[in-house]
């Protein structure tokens, strides 16, 4: 059996977890955490917590709220009624119970 083809005749990609979208770039946010010069201070103080502190808790939520962003606006992308194609069912390779 050859693989799917989308409607417009155009190859579908080896996987659908490689397919592109410039809502990705959102994913690089949370990676701002990592970036230590952009928080290595202890002013200004939140709550008595040192700046240091506080903005990486901050990244927590704001990170949750990227990756929600991201999966609301490209889980279109497997198409209509393509969403199951894939499932539980056929991932033991349509073994029966």
């Known amino acids: ?10 190859p579908a990609p080896a996987h659908p977890a490689l397919r592109w979208s410039n809502w990705n770039l959102l994913l690089f946010v949370p990676l701002l955490m990592l970036v230590t010069p952009l928080y290595n201070s202890v002013e ?3 709550l008595g917590f040192p700046f240091f502190y506080w903005q990486q808790f ?6 949750v709220i990227c ?11 497997d198409g209509p009624g393509d969403r199951d194609a894939g499932g539980a069912r ?8």
């Open 58 to 63: 901050l990244y927590v939520p704001v990170g």
């Open 44 to 46: 200004p103080r939140l």
């Open 1 to 10: 059996m050859s693989p799917p083809t989308p409607r417009d005749g155009s």
């Open 67 to 77: 990756v929600a962003i991201v999966f609301a606006k490209t889980r279109h992308l």
């Open 90 to 97: 056929d991932a033991d390779g349509g073994a029966e119970r």
